[in-house]
């Protein structure tokens, strides 16, 4: 995948917007087979996902167990509806699996299974370990002298879980440089607003505090957003590790969804689901 610290061209962007957008709709699909799903916690990160896979990280088509590709951790696991179309475009996985989603006997369940789908860097579910494993393969690159990086995208609600913050204390610690965390910033988790649950700001002075470097982003601005991320892949003199707060909106794309809280597990009936496919594909994000 190109690296660089240029902000993308126009014709990139498009590209970029075009995955997102192939994101959104295969979720949609696969929900359809599956009868129930995590829609809006896919929406709101759709776009970091695209400028991921499709810019930013080391990675090579058809070969998920590269050693030297970059990892990606998802700590909000139910969000993978939305990797695995991704991992399929990238041949990772075939395509023909996607039709089987969440099917007796399928690979590809309701969160991601390391043992059982190719390109799936850790097996994800239960809230608040993933930075844990993250900064464990970052150092274990470390060791074994490669120069992958890690990339590890947090849910906002996982700010509240104690072992977000000692996984983060040890990698400032140990200056793990090549890990960055996303922290999807959409406001909401199962039970409401975040920061009615339990509130987590000021995040950026947080994590300033255990020792990051914090940058702060749109996380529906794929320009911005692919910047940022290709800059920090590319920074080999940064001493220590970063968090990027990609402030999103749950469910964005479709409308009714941005604005209903409720939508985090759910099911659209056909029509429905053609409505919001058709709203996806009439708007630009």
Known sequence: ?????????????????????????????????????????????????????????????GEPHWPDRDRFLMGKGHAAVGLFPVLADLDFIGRDMLDGYTRLGSPLGDH????????????????????????????????????????????????QEGQVWEAAL???????????????????????????????????????????EVHEVDGHNLSALTALLRRLRADDARARPACVIARTIKGKGVSYMETEPGWHLGYLAPQDAQSAADEILSREI
């Open 112 to 159: 991601p299974d390391m043992t059982k789908v190719p390109g799936v860097d850790f097996s994800s579910g239960s809230i608040g370990h993933a930075l844990s494993n993250g900064v464990g393969m970052a150092l274990g690159g470390r060791m074994s002298g490669r120069d992958f990086n890690v990339f590890v995208m947090l849910g906002d609600g996982e700010m």
């Open 170 to 212: 040890f990698a400032a610690h140990n200056r793990l440089s090549r890990l960055v965390a996303i922290v999807d910033r959409n406001g909401y988790q199962l039970d409401g607003k975040v920061d009615d649950v339990m509130g987590v700001e000021s995040l950026p002075d947080k994590w300033r505090a255990f020792g990051w």
């Open 1 to 61: 995948m190109r690296l660089g610290q240029d902000a993308p061209a126009s014709g990139e962007i498009a590209m970029l917007r075009d995955k997102a957008r192939h994101i959104r709709l295969e979720t949609i699909r696969l929900i359809e087979i599956a009868k129930v799903g995590h829609y809006s916690s896919v929406f709101s990160c759709a776009e970091i996902f695209a400028a991921l896979y499709y810019d930013v990280m080391r990675l090579r088509r």
